[in-house]
């Protein structure tokens, strides 16, 4: 059972996260789907650490979700040329990884991944308009 505190916490995050998404644009929704692809990468890598398999399948899961239905997929390769390309190559390698990570409880490979995301994300950071 969720002790109350945290049941308040993730409200209030959740609540928080939705905010910021209904009134951003398309860059700050990127950056919310980054931040929570990160976080689900270090809820894993704990719940690794703890041993705790049906967290590290639940959090590495959603960061393959969020990596294939946020990312990946909505990448506009027409408009985004060969950048758009080469994420959708590394995205595609994460995923991989991500896949190693889970069936293998591989912290080695998460570290990779956050690691790799975390560079994009500071860069898409710096393109705030």
Known sequence: MIPPANRSARAYASVAL?????????????????EGLLERITLGRLAIEQRDVNNKIRHLDRALQI????????????????????????????????????????????????????????AWRETRP
């Open 67 to 122: 990596l294939g239905e946020g990312l990946r997929t909505h990448l506009d390769t027409k408009a985004g040329g060969e950048l758009a390309l080469q994420l959708d190559g590394l995205y595609a390698y994460c995923s991989v990884r991500l896949l190693h990570a889970n069936a293998h409880s591989d912290t080695a490979a998460l570290d990779e991944v956050h690691g790799l995301i975390k560079q994009v994300a500071d």
């Open 18 to 34: 939705d905010s910021r998404a209904d009134g951003s644009g398309p860059h700050e929704v990127v950056m919310l789907l980054f």
